[in-house]
C-alpha cells in the first residue's frame, strides 16, 4: 500500500487560484496515471483532471482552461492549479493513482483536502 498525501486546500473567494499538491512516498507516480477527483455534498466522486505516463492529460468539461493537472516525478509529487475559482468547485479534492506491476494492478487515493470558494 503506498501513501498519497494531499495539501493545498482551503478558503478562497471566487476568482482566485489555488495549487493542490500530492505526495507519495516512494516513486510511484512515474509509473502511473495520476488523477484529481472531487466530490461535493450529497454529491458524486467526479473525475477532475488526469495525467497519463506519458504526459497526455485530461479535464472534465467544467475545469477545462481554468484548471492545470502536472507532475514532478523527481519530487513524487501531483499538483493541480486551479486558477478562477468559482463557488461550484467546492468540494473535497482526492488524489489518485493508478496502475498495474508484476505484482498487479493497484489503485491509491489519498485523504483527501477540502476545498472552499465563497462568492
Known amino acids: 500500500q503506498v501513501q498519497l498525501v494531499e495539501s493545498g486546500g482551503g478558503l478562497v473567494q471566487a476568482g482566485g487560484s489555488l495549487r493542490l499538491s500530492c505526495a507519495a512516498a516512494g516513486s510511484i507516480f512515474s509509473i502511473s496515471t495520476v488523477g484529481w477527483y472531487r466530490q461535493a455534498p450529497g454529491k458524486q466522486r467526479d473525475l477532475v483532471a488526469t495525467?497519463?505516463?506519458?504526459?497526455?492529460?485530461d479535464y472534465a468539461d467544467s475545469v477545462k482552461g481554468r484548471f492545470t493537472i502536472s507532475r514532478d516525478n523527481a519530487k513524487n509529487t501531483v499538483y493541480l492549479q486551479m486558477n478562477s475559482l468559482k463557488p461550484e468547485d467546492t468540494a473535497v479534492y482526492y488524489c489518485n493513482a493508478y496502475g498495474s506491476t508484476f505484482r498487479g494492478k493497484y489503485n491509491y487515493w489519498g485523504q483527501g483536502t477540502q476545498v472552499t470558494v465563497s462568492s
Open positions: 495525467s497519463t505516463r506519458g504526459g497526455t492529460t
